[in-house]
C-alpha cells in the first residue's frame, strides 16, 4: 500500500506540471463562437480545467502529503487557484450563459428578451426583433457589422442608431453590412452621414460613397476630391483627376493621378503603386525616387533590380545594395562553397547582406 501511495503521488505532481500551460492555452479551445455557444463544449473545458482539484481531492482521501502540505490544504487551495485562474479568464460568465441557455457570442432572442453577447438588449423588443444581416433563428453568432432592428429602433452592433425609421431602413451593401439607408438618411456602421441623402447616391465601395456629389470615407468627408472623376482603387485607397487618397485624405502630393495604379495582387510588388514616372509606397506616404517603376522586377529571395541598381526588400522597405552592377547581378539561391544566395561576379550576398569574405 505504501508503495502504491509514493507512486500516486509521483504521478499526481507530474500531472500537474502541465496545467499552468493548460490553462494558459484554454482560450484556443474556443477558436469560433459556436465553440463559446456550445454548452456541451464549455462545460467539457470547465471540467478538464479543474483537474488539479481532482487530484488533490485523491491526495486528501488517501491522507497523503505534499511538501508538508496536507491533502485537505492542498485540495482547498488548489480549488482556490483554479477557481480564480478561471475567474480571471471569464470562463463563469460563459458557464451561466449556458445554464441560462443565452449565447455568449452574438444574439439570443427568446420569449422576451433579446441578448447581445450575453447582455440584455434594452429596450428591444423579441417579438418584432429581426436581423438584418443573418439568421437569428440559426443562432447566427457573427454580428461584425451586423444591423438588426425591432418595431421601433435600429441597432448597429448591438447599440442603437440615433434618429433611424425602422420601417423604412434596409442594407445597402450586403458584402459589408458598411452601408444602410432609411426613408431620409443614409448611415454607415451605425453612424449617420451628414449632408447625404437617398435621393441622390452612389456606392463606390465598402467605405466610400459619392451623394449629393460629395465624396465621403465612411462618414467623413473628402475635401477637394472631384467626384465626376472619382474611383476606388482598394477598399481605403482612391484617385480623382487631380490626386490619390488614402481614406479621407490626400496623399502623394508627387503623383501623376491618371497614370497611378498599384501593383497586382499576386504579384511580388503587391503593396507598391507606381505611375508613369515614379515608384510608391503609398501606405507610408512615401516616394521612393530611387526605384524605376518602368523596369523594376523581381529576382526571387527578395531581390529586385530595375535599369539602374539593385535592392533587396525587408518588409515594405527597399534597401539599395550599393556598389552593385545590376547587368550582373544573379540569385543562385543557397551556395554552401560561399555562403550566400546572390551574386555579382564580385560581392556576394546573403538575405541583402554581403558576405565577408
Do not use: C
Amino acid at each position: 500500500m505504501e508503495n502504491f501511495r509514493q507512486i500516486f503521488k509521483i504521478v499526481g505532481m507530474i500531472a500537474l506540471l502541465p496545467w499552468p500551460m493548460f490553462m494558459l492555452m484554454s482560450v484556443m479551445m474556443f477558436p469560433t463562437g459556436d465553440a463559446v455557444n456550445n454548452p456541451r463544449h464549455v462545460f467539457n473545458v470547465m471540467l478538464w480545467l479543474f483537474y488539479p482539484a481532482y487530484i488533490f481531492a485523491l491526495f486528501w482521501l488517501f491522507d497523503l502529503s505534499l511538501f508538508g502540505i496536507s491533502g485537505k490544504a492542498l485540495f482547498w487551495g488548489g480549488l482556490g487557484v483554479v477557481t480564480t485562474a478561471v475567474s480571471l479568464f471569464g470562463y463563469p460568465v460563459m458557464v451561466f450563459n449556458a445554464l441560462r441557455g443565452v449565447n455568449t457570442s452574438g444574439f439570443t432572442v427568446t420569449n422576451d428578451a433579446v441578448y447581445v453577447d450575453g447582455r440584455r438588449l434594452q429596450g428591444a423588443d423579441a417579438a418584432t426583433f429581426v436581423s438584418l444581416s443573418g439568421d437569428l433563428s440559426k443562432n447566427n453568432v457573427v454580428y461584425e457589422n451586423s444591423y438588426t432592428k425591432d418595431k421601433s429602433a435600429v441597432y448597429y452592433m448591438g447599440k442603437k442608431v440615433a434618429r433611424s425609421q425602422p420601417g423604412s431602413f434596409s442594407i445597402l451593401d450586403k458584402e459589408s453590412m458598411n452601408w444602410a439607408m432609411d426613408e431620409h438618411r443614409l448611415y454607415y456602421q451605425g453612424q449617420e452621414v451628414v449632408g447625404a441623402t437617398p435621393e441622390d447616391y452612389k456606392l463606390l465601395s465598402a467605405n466610400h460613397l459619392i451623394a449629393n456629389g460629395v465624396v465621403y470615407f465612411g462618414v467623413e468627408r473628402i475635401v477637394g476630391a472631384q467626384a465626376d472623376s472619382f474611383r476606388t482603387l482598394t477598399p481605403y485607397f482612391a484617385k480623382d483627376a487631380a490626386q490619390v487618397y488614402f481614406e479621407d485624405r490626400a496623399i502623394l502630393p508627387e503623383s501623376d493621378a491618371a497614370t497611378f495604379a498599384f501593383y497586382p495582387e499576386d504579384s511580388d510588388l503587391s503593396g507598391f503603386a507606381r505611375d508613369r514616372r515614379h515608384f510608391y509606397d503609398p501606405y507610408q506616404n512615401r516616394l521612393l525616387s530611387q526605384v524605376d517603376p518602368n523596369t523594376i522586377r523581381s529576382l526571387g529571395r527578395g531581390y529586385y533590380k530595375d535599369a539602374h541598381a539593385v535592392y533587396t526588400r525587408i518588409g515594405l522597405e527597399f534597401k539599395t545594395l550599393d556598389g552593385v552592377d545590376p547587368g550582373k547581378f544573379v540569385v543562385t539561391n543557397w551556395d554552401e562553397a560561399t555562403g550566400s544566395d546572390a551574386n555579382d561576379g564580385v560581392s556576394y550576398f546573403i538575405n541583402g547582406d554581403r558576405v565577408k569574405r
